[in-house]
């Protein structure tokens, strides 16, 4: 655990010296070379997130999401737990559709937009139900095998490892993404039991194939 707590020292630190337009510059490269993968092209859903200041922002893939009428999901804390529940976003191609978008979020906890917390909106199995499915993952660190090193809360290897369950359950197909700066990728990460390996990462530099996948 002392090992974990002082990779997310470095790491946070590292990213925070990233100024704000590199850290743009390398979010569009990230999300383009996303969008035009077969693992977005194909893909009916797209669960996606909303970035903390110092995270590679898949804003734009968000958005093209959205664009091309894919179901898009982002996820919320539940409050008092450890956990996440991804609610659905809408959009149409209306003049007030930016107004639309915005007006599904609230100010979360973390100093980070999440959706409203509307039943019917909550992703739930039976809507993955034989779809296939982009998961696009935030971390502090990833290692080129899938490994991922997170805030330390567990919130996505709560939410990944039930997600997983489902998309077996329902015969969905399910690729687990990465998304992070080519500074985040090192050669080793402490694995638990619990912890979700990625199929795959995005960096702006490209995508790596997770060897497990």
């Keep these: 655990m002392e090992e974990k707590k002082e990779i997310r020292i470095r790491m946070r630190r590292l990213l925070a010296e990233i100024p704000a337009e590199e850290r743009g510059h390398c979010s569009h490269k990230a999300c383009v070379s996303l969008m035009k993968s ?3 092209l194909s ?6 997130y909303m970035a903390m200041p110092a995270e590679l922002d898949p804003f734009r893939l968000t958005a093209a999401a959205l664009h091309e009428h894919k179901m898009l999901a982002v996820p919320r804390c539940v409050p008092h737990t450890n956990r996440l529940d991804f609610f659905c976003l809408h959009s149409d191609d209306s003049l007030d559709s930016i107004k639309q978008f915005e007006a599904q979020f609230t100010h979360g906890p973390f100093g980070v937009r999440e959706p409203k917390p509307l ?7 039976e809507r993955i139900k034989r779809k ?10 990833f290692t080129d095998r899938g490994c991922r090193l997170g805030h330390g809360k567990g919130y996505y290897d709560n939410y990944l490892a039930w997600l997983k369950e489902q998309a077996l359950e329902h015969d969905s197909k399910l690729s687990l993404v990465g998304f992070c700066f080519d500074c985040q990728l090192v050669d080793f990460l402490p694995v638990e039991s619990h912890d979700v390996l990625m199929d795959y990462i995005a960096c702006p530099s490209g995508i790596i194939r997770c060897p497990h996948y």
């Design 38 to 40: 077969d693992l977005f």
């Design 43 to 48: 893909a009916q859903v797209v669960l996606s």
């Design 119 to 125: 039943a019917s909106a909550l992703l739930t199995g």
């Design 132 to 141: 296939k499915i982009c998961a696009v993952v935030p971390g502090i660190a």
